[in-house]
């Protein structure tokens, strides 16, 4: 499966990015019982497990804190932030697979999900091509 890299474009042109920045973001939708949303999700192999917004687990009918609570961090110099443990469906392209993912309250208001390595990269082989702004996604043979 073959996704285009987003652009975003900046407010202000950048001498280092130029007009725009591209990130590997993906059209997601996460399924849970009978419900189902449309999201879009940064691929991000440093991040060790999937956290998604707390809004888009309540929006189809997730109880956020009734999950195993999971704390995670990033970069910042800060304490870390919570998210709760919950199995869903996502689907990706043609694909739809069980995960587990976090969901936190604490996700930057306009920020996307995070597909990390447990849930999105134990799953498939990304192949990240920049300069033609494209990510390849195969099923890993393990799976089927």
Do not use: N
């Not at 001498?15 to 991000?44: E, N, Q």
């Not at 707390?54 to 109880?63: F, Q, S």
């Not at 990706?92 to 990269?121: C, D, N, P, T």
């Amino acid at each position: 499966m073959r996704f285009s890299y987003r652009k975003l474009l900046l407010t202000e042109p950048s001498a280092f990015f130029g007009s725009k920045i591209l990130k590997p973001i993906i059209p997601v939708k996460v399924l849970y019982g009978t419900r189902d949303i449309d999201y879009f999700a940064l691929i991000d192999s440093g991040a060790d497990f999937c956290i998604f917004d707390a809004e888009i687990g309540e929006a189809v009918g997730i109880e956020i804190e009734r999950g195993e609570q999971i704390e995670f961090g990033g970069i910042q110099a800060r304490t870390g932030s919570t998210g709760y443990l919950h199995d869903i469906t996502i689907a990706i392209g043609g694909w739809k697979y069980e995960a587990r993912v976090a969901f936190s309250r604490e996700i930057a208001e306009h920020g996307f999900g995070i597909l990390g390595q447990k849930g999105f990269f134990d799953i498939f082989s990304i192949t990240f091509d920049y300069q033609k702004e494209e990510i390849i996604l195969k099923e890993k043979q393990s799976r089927r």
